[in-house]
């Protein structure tokens, strides 16, 4: 009885032991595969059309999710923060409440889990077709590196384009909870933004941009790693996307918690 | 031009090639046939430096592949084509932009010229007017002679084939072969083709390489191999599933896995 127990405790702790390292071995990897990536950003042949490709793609394929999901979020900020100021009476701090809530914290994290789901989980895919259909054996054969054409123009679109995508959730965000505030709820307008202006800092809107660059950064990272090395079958790519979804989100997750007790 | 010292690649387990040596000579046809899984691609890739020997060498024109700087390798890649077993067409790209890849990634030739080199590679393998066809609208077979087409554009001096008859009708199929012998004898190409396709390996090979298990059993010209005396390659030429060369490759015996009997040698 004692020593199967025993057995079995020594079995999980090699368990997670080799979740560890195959966890680590993986972080490794793809930290080498996406600096080696990076690093052929200064070599030539310059990749910067494929850049702006890839910008284009990403910016076009979010923007309307990012409206909607700013809009809506916006939206129940300004009830859920009139119910909870009405409390004290203090609505007309309605306006800076929203205003930080969205700029800190919800327009990055919301802005990188949509962009994850949108644009991350398809450029997983899209490498790991082009793995299983020999695409990227194919481009190296025609002496293009993969990496500086396949890997890097994705990593830099996702840290460029998710900056501009958060920054439009945020205006559409206090745009809405401004409607929904003054319009619907009847705080004094000028009491709304003046509060709003006076309360949200510079520094701010700075935590906002470097939190969306180092999400949009993660998300390339381990949207094109998972994709590169996908096992190269139908079921590898589909359980590679899975994965990186997965991994984007708690990536950008502890990323925000670890950006934020830094910044405050 | 490509001479391959002792080289053996393993996955994990599977050893999918024993130290093999062989050479590629200059504006020859080899061909490198062997049943399902006995080495083939993974031979044909490591000559083309798509992956790398677990031991031993391949020297290409007097370059060591296995430990060539990547702006080197690029060099003699424009020297190789390569065409697929599954054609591996750039999905985003119509045939046009296929065909033309090279020619627009590595030259700065005018569009006119390239238009006419792409029309004519097109023509070589039959589908001049497909050049604003999108890879999906192809069939397997035509894809394949795009990518055959892709793999002419820059004049290689070298090209790998995988499979380059299989899934094509037999008329395609003949044409493909014929053209591959073509293009080795009037433009001194050299050609290392994989296939399995007994009939077209015999009729375009210069010289043969026969693959078993990652180990080479027969090599030599055509006539050689057809009277080789080997009873393992005549099985293989004619087909034949009885034989010193199993069809099954399963381990345990059959019997014990019908009545679910733990097998004596499951592992291993
Ligand atoms: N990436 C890989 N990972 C693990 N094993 C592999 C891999 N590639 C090939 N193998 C193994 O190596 C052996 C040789 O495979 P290879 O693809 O070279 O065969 P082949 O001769 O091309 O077969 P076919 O005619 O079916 O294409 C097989 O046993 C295969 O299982
Ligand atoms: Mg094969």
Redesign the pocket.
């Known amino acids: 009885m004692m020593s199967v127990s025993f057995d079995a405790v020594i079995r999980l702790l090699g368990s997670l032991g080799r979740f560890a390292l195959t966890s680590l071995d993986r972080m490794g990897d793809a930290t080498t595969l996406s600096l080696s990536s990076l690093a052929l950003l200064f070599r030539r042949p310059w990749q910067g059309q494929h850049i702006v490709l890839q910008l284009y793609a990403l910016g076009v394929g979010s923007f309307i999710i990012i409206a909607i999901t700013g809009a809506f979020t916006g939206m129940v900020l300004a009830l859920q923060g009139y119910y909870t100021l009405a409390k004290f009476g203090s609505e007309s701090l309605l306006g800076a409440g929203v205003a930080l809530s969205i700029i800190r914290e919800l327009g990055p994290v919301l802005g990188a889990l949509m962009l994850i789901g949108r644009a991350g989980s398809s450029i997983t895919a899209e490498i790991g077709i082009m793995r299983v259909t020999e695409q990227v054996d194919a481009l190296e054969m025609m002496a293009i590196n993969p990496r500086a054409r396949v890997l890097l123009p994705r990593i830099i679109a996702t840290t460029i384009a998710l900056p501009i995508l958060v920054t439009m959730f945020d205006i559409i965000g206090l745009a809405s909870g401004y409607v929904i505030g003054v319009e619907l709820l009847g705080v004094n307008g000028g009491a709304y933004i003046g509060e709003m202006i006076s309360k949200v800092m510079l520094q701010d809107l700075y935590a906002g941009w470097v939190k969306a660059v180092g999400f949009g950064f993660i998300i390339g990272v381990i949207c094109t790693y998972m994709g590169y090395r996908a096992e ?1 079958t139908t079921e590898g790519v589909a359980a590679a996307t899975t994965k990186a979804v997965v991994a984007a989100s708690v990536g950008v997750l502890i990323m925000n918690y670890v950006l934020t007790s830094f910044f405050l | 031009m490509i001479r391959v010292e002792k080289l053996s ?1 393993t ?2 387990e ?4 024993n130290a093999v040596d062989l050479q590629v000579r200059k504006h020859q046809t080899t061909v490198i046939m ?12 490591m000559l083309a430096a798509l ?1 790398k020997p677990s031991s031993g060498h391949v020297w290409f024109d007097g370059h060591d592949l296995a430990s060539i700087r990547r702006k080197e390798l690029y060099e003699l890649r424009a020297r190789m084509g390569m065409v697929f ?1 599954y054609s591996a067409l750039l999905n985003s790209l119509n045939v046009y932009d296929n065909v033309a890849f090279t020619l627009h990634e590595h030259t700065q030739l005018d569009e006119s010229i390239i238009r006419t080199m792409v029309t004519m590679k097109l023509e070589q393998v039959g589908l001049r007017g497909f050049e604003s066809f999108m890879p999906s609208e192809l069939s397997g077979g035509m894809a394949k002679r795009v990518a055959f087409a892709r793999a002419l554009a820059m004049d290689p001096e070298i090209v790998f084939f ?2 380059p008859t299989s899934g094509l009708d037999p008329i395609s199929a003949g044409v493909i072969a014929t053209l591959i012998k073509d293009l080795t004898q009037k433009t001194h190409m050299t050609s290392v083709v ?3 396709d007994v009939h077209a390996g015999l009729q375009i090979a210069d010289y043969i390489i026969l ?1 078993w ?2 180990d080479i059993i027969a090599e030599g010209t055509p006539d050689e191999i057809r009277q080789h005396a080997d009873e393992r390659v005549q099985q293989f030429l004619e087909g034949r599933p009885d034989g010193p060369i199993p069809f099954s ?1 399963s381990k345990t015996a059959y019997i014990d896995d019908l009545l679910h009997k733990p097998g004596v040698v499951r592992i291993l």
């Open positions: 190269p | 690649r996955f994990g599977v050893a999918a090639l062997g049943g399902s899984g006995s080495g083939k691609t993974t031979l044909l890739r992956d077993q995988d499979e994989v296939t399995h693959l298990q990652g490759r």
